[in-house]
């Protein structure tokens, strides 16, 4: 994910999230403006089902970043407390077994022997960086479970992770669609005529009858053949690969002599 997409954040939190990092972690333990839809902070590890319940739900609106080791105080602020991890790879295993495998995460550990903001020091935490993929959203979970239902879509709303709503629903397909539509233009011009023509190869114009009434394989030349008898398909286009070829050159052709006939071509 560029920096561009993390318009709203600190500057601390987009370094971060761009290069994950012992250097970048304590600046952002230092600069970070408290949590938002896209930075999540947790004192201790949670339950991995409602852990997989944030992570699809800031998938859904823009990834970010779950930091545990930071406990918010009475005061509505944040305090590095830091934790003892465990081990990684069983950590990853129980949330994956939530997550479908189109959402693309990443887990950090980081340990503080020694740094500047003395308030880490010989403290620990962890790390899950969630990325945004608008062209596989919505996410949901693969299974149920505690505080979480694999039927329902979930999104960062107000720094929580809540259901989508309506227009949150509406949101989620609108920038799938935008995604879509960008994609269908990067594929050229002569791949989208080649899957045009396969299509078309999959069904018949028509078939070839022998005298005897069942249909043979086409032959190469029909004037060599004379007592057969070509019966079309009516379920073949009524306009078929060549005449749409033929179509869109038409229609490409009467664009550029526009453009080019247009005053602002010449300015």
């Known amino acids: 994910m560029i920096t561009e997409n993390r318009k709203g954040l600190k500057e601390a939190f987009a370094v971060f999230f761009e290069n994950p990092s012992r250097e970048s972690l304590r600046k952002l333990l230092i600069d970070h403006t408290g949590e938002h839809d896209d930075l999540d902070f947790k004192s201790e590890l949670i339950n991995p089902s409602v852990l997989a319940k944030h992570i699809i739900a800031m998938a859904n609106k823009a990834g970010g970043a779950i930091v545990f080791g930071v406990k918010e105080t009475e005061n509505s602020k944040f305090e590095s407390v830091g934790l003892e991890l465990d081990d990684k790879t069983e950590f990853l295993k129980k949330i994956e077994a939530y997550l479908p495998d189109k959402l693309i995460r990443s887990v950090h550990d980081f ?32 299974k149920d479970g ?39 233009r990067e594929i050229s011009l002569t791949e989208h005529f080649k899957e045009l023509k396969e299509i078309y190869s999959l069904i018949n114009r028509g078939w070839w009858y022998e005298d005897f009434g069942f249909p043979v394989p086409p032959p190469d030349y029909y004037d060599d053949y004379p007592s057969m008898e ?13 005449d749409f070829v033929v179509r869109m050159l038409t229609l490409k052709k009467s664009v550029i002599e526009s453009i080019i006939k247009s005053d602002k071509f010449f300015r």
């Open 146 to 184: 505690t505080d979480i239902q694999k039927n329902l879509i979930y999104i960062r709303k107000n720094a929580s992770s809540e259901q989508a709503e309506y227009n949150d629903l509406q949101d989620i397909f609108n920038r799938r669609l935008e995604t879509s539509f960008s994609s269908a």
């Open 230 to 242: 070509f019966v079309a398909n009516p379920k073949y286009p009524k306009e078929d690969y060549d």
């Open 111 to 142: 340990s503080f022997n020694e740094a500047e903001y003395t308030k880490i020091i010989g403290k620990s935490f962890r790390v899950v960086i969630v990325e945004y993929t608008p062209e596989y959203i919505p996410f949901l979970s693969k």
